[in-house]
């Protein structure tokens, strides 16, 4: 017969599925510290000793990493997404910001039509609560916090889709947006006109999700992505034509 005697879960094992679904739906983030063991014994209801089985566990598998007198942190695991080489070869190469674009606008439009249908009410009460802090920020002069936000917006929207390869995919894909390795976001939100465009697409992506509108929202993400992408080419072919002006008025000065 197919049956297995039922064993009794050691606490410790019980922990470890706690953190490892924490850390697998993007709830407990890269580099963020756990709380103190006291704490989190309190919390889980399971005596120290468990809990450092456990903790030893996951540090042992590359999931937390212990720093002695800071405590125990999740582990940088999107940090092994891409090489150094190939971080550096995107960084340098025009082809691959526009393919990271054209990845998030495929990707991101598939997010937002599952965030539309399966979000939770309080999925979309976060997506609300950055935008309306997007909203806030864009009063500012300094752009900033408003291109930070853009980024947790987007994020949001990822979460709230409920995929959770999905999610870690995108969300090393966004480590490196907020490194500058494809673009620098924060060019895109100096000009004032631009800046008021881009809150104007966020508002319709919010709306879209609010309403629970699968196809808006998709339409709304792409029509955003697709003026980043435009944004992107006219900035390149500003950077020529100024380098082409500096050309003329050097030839200029020196005749």
Do not use: W
């Not at 996951?58 to 190939?86: E, N």
């Not at 894909?173 to 966020?202: E, S």
Request: aromatic share 6%; net charge neutral; proline share 3%.
């Amino acid at each position: 017969m197919p049956f297995l005697k039922v064993q009794t879960e050691k606490l410790s094992q019980s922990v470890v599925r706690q953190i490892e679904q924490l850390i697998l739906r993007g709830i407990l983030r890269p580099g963020e510290r756990l709380p103190s063991e006291r704490d989190m014994a309190d919390k889980l209801g399971v005596s120290r000793p468990s809990l450092r089985d456990a903790v030893a566990d996951l540090c042992a598998r590359g999931l937390l990493v212990t720093r002695p007198g800071a405590g125990v942190f999740v582990a940088d695991v999107l940090g092994s997404a891409f090489s150094d080489a190939l971080i550096q070869l995107f960084s340098t190469h025009e082809e691959a910001v526009f393919d990271y674009i054209s990845f998030r606008r495929d990707m991101e439009g598939l997010a937002a039509e599952r965030a539309a249908r399966l979000g939770s009410e309080t999925d979309l009460k976060v997506i609300a609560t950055i935008f309306a802090k997007m909203e806030a920020a864009h009063q500012k002069r300094d752009p900033s916090d408003e291109a930070q936000l853009d980024a947790e917006f987007h994020m949001a929207i990822i979460e709230a889709s409920h995929n959770v390869i999905m999610l870690h995919m995108l969300r090393s894909m966004f480590d490196l947006l907020r490194q500058g390795v494809f673009y620098n976001r924060q060019v895109m939100f100096r000009n004032r006109m631009t800046r008021d465009q881009l809150l104007d697409q966020h508002r319709a992506i919010n709306a879209a999700l609010q309403a629970r509108d699968p196809v808006a929202a998709k339409a709304a993400v792409t029509a955003h992505l697709d003026y980043v992408e435009q944004s992107f080419i006219d900035q390149i072919r500003a950077d020529k034509h100024e380098a082409i002006a500096r050309q003329r008025f050097e030839h200029e000065q020196m005749r």
